[in-house]
């Protein structure tokens, strides 16, 4: 089943909505967002997507109450580790310790944001930035498509 990632929205309405469609139409089943979503009412578009939601906190998140509220139990403190269909990935907002984290045998896959620049490393599982979906920092907006079944990882513009 196919993995939507996405980080650094930050409030740009129109741009995750374009995620939110790219998402659905290429049917995955979970989408992961790395951070700084940034304010509540973000979660206005991504009501809309027909997979399930998981994210964690960013540096740029202050309203995490608000935030917490909005999401209930789908946002969590970076790091988190979970399971979705029988793989294990961690979540992280800052790059840190990603060699360490990568080689460590605990994940499937590690999934981050932080610098808006896209990033795919095999180290040796899956180490994915989708590089910022705001676009606000590089101009560029991006999300990825995960498939870790054949290990494919799309970097897509939105």
């Not at 995490?64 to 907002?93: C, K, M, N, Q, Y």
Request: hydrophobic content about 40%; overall charge negative; some cysteine.
């Amino acid at each position: 089943m196919k993995i939507g990632v996405m980080a650094d929205s930050h409030d740009n309405l129109p741009a995750i909505g374009k995620a939110v469609s790219l998402f659905n139409d290429a049917g995955v089943g979970l989408v992961i967002h790395a951070g700084d979503l940034v304010a509540p009412f973000v979660a206005e578009p991504l009501r809309y997507l027909k997979a399930d939601f998981i994210a964690v906190f960013g540096n740029n998140d202050g309203e995490r109450f608000g935030l917490h509220t909005v999401f209930g139990g789908r946002i969590h403190r970076p790091p988190h580790p979970f399971s979705f269909a029988e793989r294990r990935i961690l979540i992280l907002h800052e790059p840190d310790n990603l060699d360490a984290l990568a080689i460590s045998g605990k994940f499937d896959g590690i999934v981050y944001g932080h610098t808006h620049e896209p990033d795919v490393r095999r180290r040796p599982v899956p180490v994915i930035n989708p590089g910022e979906c705001g676009g606000w920092v590089t101009g560029r907006r991006t999300v990825a498509v995960w498939d870790p079944d054949s290990g494919q990882v799309d970097i897509i513009p939105v």
